[in-house]
């Protein structure tokens, strides 16, 4: 069966801390990759997406995640968070069908 | 070009009750996904349905239905409420063309139930 899993489930830093976010996958076929970020109060948005091309990928707000195929990791970076990047990170694999699988999500809380 | 809208946002219900929950995609979108989050499970797949058509469908009980309209407009049902049954409930719409590869969903809102 199809499966997302995200092994941080509450990571808290000070700003300006680099962020790692880990996310892996069991799919058989050919994947397309989504981070969605909800932050406090708000609905899901999209971060960034992993079709094809260049694994490494850059999103909005300075975030990007890297595609490893032979790992089924696709891991959301950013260099320096800030106390607004305080929210709920999913990642999502897209299968056949446009059937998508979310992890459980890893809620980051990033002290001032 | 307006988002995905949810109604109502909040509804409060007890055990037994039935719910429908109403969910308008972007326009031009055709596929209509809904979603149940709670904290202990996360972000699970309820169905999808496409051109008034369910498409796929996630692992729940029968008592979780939906339907499409030729609007692409979508509604959820919850029959016979259960306590388990509170959460948040997200529709996502796309263009949900068939075969497509390069698919995003958008997400509304989402509709908060609460059952008592």
């Known amino acids: 069966a199809q499966s997302v899993s995200q092994h941080n489930h509450h990571v808290i830093l000070s700003e300006a801390a680099s962020l790692e976010l880990g996310c892996n996958y069991s799919y058989g076929g050919t994947v397309n990759l989504f981070w969605y970020v909800q932050y406090p109060g708000q609905h899901l948005q999209l971060l960034l997406k992993?079709?094809?091309?260049?694994?490494l990928v850059k999103g909005i707000k300075g975030f990007e995640a890297e595609f490893i195929k032979s790992k089924f990791s696709f891991n959301l970076r950013k260099p320096s968070v800030q106390w607004s990047d305080t929210a709920e990170y999913f990642c999502?694999?897209?299968?056949?069908?446009?059937?998508?699988?979310f992890g459980s999500g890893t809620k980051l809380n990033v002290k001032p | 070009k307006a988002g995905v809208t949810q109604t109502p946002r909040y509804l409060i219900k007890t055990r037994g009750q039935q719910v429908t929950l109403s969910c308008s995609p972007i326009s031009g979108h055709r596929s209509v996904s809904w979603y149940q989050q709670t904290p202990g499970q996360g972000l699970q797949f309820l169905f999808e349905y496409f051109s008034e058509t369910q498409r796929n469908k996630g692992n729940f009980p029968g008592r979780f239905s939906g339907r499409q309209f030729s609007n692409s407009r979508s509604e959820m049902n919850v029959s016979t409420l259960e306590l388990g049954d509170s959460a948040l409930y997200l529709c996502?719409?796309?263009?949900?063309?068939?075969?497509?590869?390069?698919?995003?969903?958008?997400f509304g809102p989402g509709t908060r139930l609460l059952v008592l």
């Open positions: 999502a694999v897209m299968g056949n069908f446009n059937k998508f699988y």
């Open positions: 992993y079709f094809s091309g260049d694994p």
């Open positions: 996502a719409s796309s263009l949900g063309a068939s075969g497509a590869v390069q698919e995003t969903q958008y």
